[in-house]
């Protein structure tokens, strides 16, 4: 093979390796700009498909097209209300001007750095100038609650602003600060709030005693209604038994009247009836007064003793 062959393949080697290195694609998920000598040269490159550059010269520096994650350290922070809590949050970004962003930042690693500083700066600012309560609710809410002495143990807090505000206004004021930056903050929101280690025990003891109190309260107003229903339930029967011995001695008294007429009836027929009732009463008190084993002594002058002897 000549030296004039070899000169060939050479140069199509050249040619060739030129034509892949001046040639570079894009897909949906990718922005890019072209740098010479670390330098962008030309506009951003955005739209998907096939590009070209300079080879050799020219480097390809790529980003991200889609929405990017940003999570953040947990950090403890006092809260207006002089309350130190652990906060943990996460946002959306996305690179809107890559040259802008090269040049501010070189590359995403570099952007989710400066998105640390930022958005942990406001969080601590928006922390720390709210109350806890605000903190943690979004809303006003009415509990629904039936018993009239519920309404004072779980009475609610107003609140004024509100966790969805304060959350617009991280983003609102993060914004303001990533306009240089080729960025844009796309959604912020507080993943998770917690007591810090060293005050989390005194909320729990703080929260236990005001359960028990509450229970106690429960427990005292249950106790004075159950002594309100035996204090009826004792006038009820008394009430009931007054009526049902009045009820008693009336029907009683009915009774002996009942039994006395029908005595008075009795003794004033003929002297035989009179004789077998007298007989009959006698016999019925022998009965009630005397069993087997009782010694009975009468008078010749009493009725017993004349109906026995007529017995006999």
Known sequence: MGIRNILLIAVAIVVVGASFSGVFVLDETQQAIVTQFGRPVGEPRTEPGMNFKVPFIQRVQYFDKRFLEWDGDVNQVPTKDKTFILVDCYA?????DPLQFFIRLRDERSGQSRL???LDGETRNAVAGHDLLELVRSSDRTPEIVEEYMQEVEMLQNIQVGRSRIEDQVLKRANERTTDLGIRILDFRFKRMNYAEEVRDRVYERMISERNRIADQFRSEGQG??????????RDLAKIRSEAIMEAERIRGRADSSATAIYARAYNRTSAARELYGFLKSMEVLEKSVDGQSSVILSTESDLYRYLKKMN
């Open 92 to 96: 959306r970004w996305e690179i809107t």
């Open 116 to 118: 640390d500083d930022i």
């Open 225 to 234: 209604e159950a002594r309100k229903i035996e204090g009826d339930k004792e």
